[in-house]
């Protein structure tokens, strides 16, 4: 991870011009997500080497030339774009993972919907600890309550958000939960049923039990109703956070996916403990995670890095995408050994498969 830990060998020139991107990047960003919306950038991706006129795009987009004209010089400047003979726009590289990548759309609308009003309270968040960008969309402690009374793009963008990332590990990790055969698998932080509605196809014998707020629960046990599997889940709404909280008993395997990374360590330490009170020795926990120290590319620890304060602004104050070191400490401390530990799963999750420490009596 050099990129991450040495000092970045550029020139004071381009040091100052990487300046003057961060300077003006919520300009660019806004110029970049009206360029998408107007489908400017759709258009100049459509017609290829061809590229479009100012005028054309005018017309195409039902803007002004004035218009087309001050979001491209700015959109060429970012390499978005390149301006062939004074007149002709044509899309560049960056702009093709622009309108197309669905990694890049994923962020780019969750940036735009979900998080960028509320950035603009990050320095309150940080210092009081608190989700403080989370006004912007009206009065709860966490975001996870609101989840489904957000306004509908919102709501469309964080989950599209949540399950572009899991979607993609799921197929990867199905075979190594399924290895010992379990009867019946725990989802905790269950959200709107994919995993569950997974496992339910992976292994028609499975049963699931799944915990989560209430609000969430109601949307996955009907998603689950659709496929017609009803009878082969039990829901169990539970605040994990809640000095009561109790772990479900008598599953095989427990299941927490992108789920711890939703509290702060002294909370995680908490709810591994709960966890750990209900599991036998026979019981494997297992915890799929992104870290930042475990990316095998720089894209992918800026993401996670830029994660992080969505969840200090507007999910919870206080956590974040951790270092896996720091979360291995917590695991153990909770009275747990990490069995299995795999990187690289889908667009860069870590799979920890844990057991509980059966020397550890207290
Ligand atoms: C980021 S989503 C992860 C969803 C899913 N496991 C996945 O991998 O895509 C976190 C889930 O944890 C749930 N959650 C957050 N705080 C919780 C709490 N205090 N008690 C129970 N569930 C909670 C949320 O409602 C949400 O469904």
């Known amino acids: ?21 961060i300077a003006f990047s919520p300009i660019a960003f806004q110029a ?26 005018a017309e195409q987009s039902k803007i002004s030339e004035y218009g087309v004209k001050v979001l491209l010089d700015m959109a060429a400047s970012m390499g978005v774009v390149w301006i062939e003979n004074d007149d002709t726009f044509r899309l560049d590289k960056i702009g093709h993972f622009i309108v197309n990548d669905k990694l890049t759309l994923a962020n780019i609308n969750f940036t735009q919907d979900v998080c960028y009003q509320g950035m603009f309270h990050l320095e309150e968040a940080i210092r009081s600890g608190k989700p403080s960008g989370l006004k912007v969309f009206g009065d709860w402690p966490t ?14 963008s964080w989950f599209e958000f949540d399950h572009f990332y899991s979607d993609h590990s799921f197929p990867e990790v199905l075979p190594i939960i399924f290895e010992d055969k379990p009867n019946c698998i725990l989802d905790v932080g269950g959200n709107t049923g994919k995993w569950t509605l997974a496992c339910l196809n992976f292994d028609t014998d499975v049963h699931m039990a799944i915990m989560d707020l209430p609000q969430q629960l109601t949307v996955l046990q009907g ?20 000095a009561d909280a109790q772990f479900y008993q008598g599953a095989d395997v427990i299941w927490m996916s992108q789920f711890l990374d939703c509290f702060s360590q002294e909370q995680i330490l908490d709810i ?10 026979d019981t494997s926990l297992f915890i799929m995670e992104t870290y930042c ?46 069995e299995k530990d795999i990187d690289d799963i889908g667009l860069g999750h870590t799979l920890f498969k844990c057991r509980k420490n059966m020397r550890i009596t207290d």
Do not use: W
């Open 1 to 21: 991870m050099d990129y991450y830990s040495k000092p970045k060998d550029i020139s004071a020139l381009d040091a100052k011009l990487e300046a003057q991107k």
């Open 32 to 57: 970049v997500m009206t360029l998408l919306r107007t489908d400017i950038l759709k258009y100049l991706s459509d017609t290829g080497e061809q590229g479009a006129t100012a005028k054309q795009l």
């Open 143 to 156: 975001i996870y309550p609101a989840l489904t009374s957000l306004p509908d793009n919102v709501k469309k």
């Open 223 to 242: 998603n689950v109703a659709e496929q017609g599997m009803s009878e082969r889940i039990e829901v169990h709404p539970t605040d994990l956070l809640a």
């Open 272 to 281: 591994l403990k709960g966890a750990v009170n209900v599991m036998t020795q």
């Open 293 to 338: 120290d475990r990316q095998r590319y720089e894209a992918a620890t800026y993401c996670i890095n830029a994660t992080s304060l969505y969840f200090t602004a507007l999910a919870n104050g206080d956590s974040r995408m951790y270092h896996s070191g720091d979360f291995i400490k917590l695991i153990q401390k909770a009275g747990l050994y990490v």
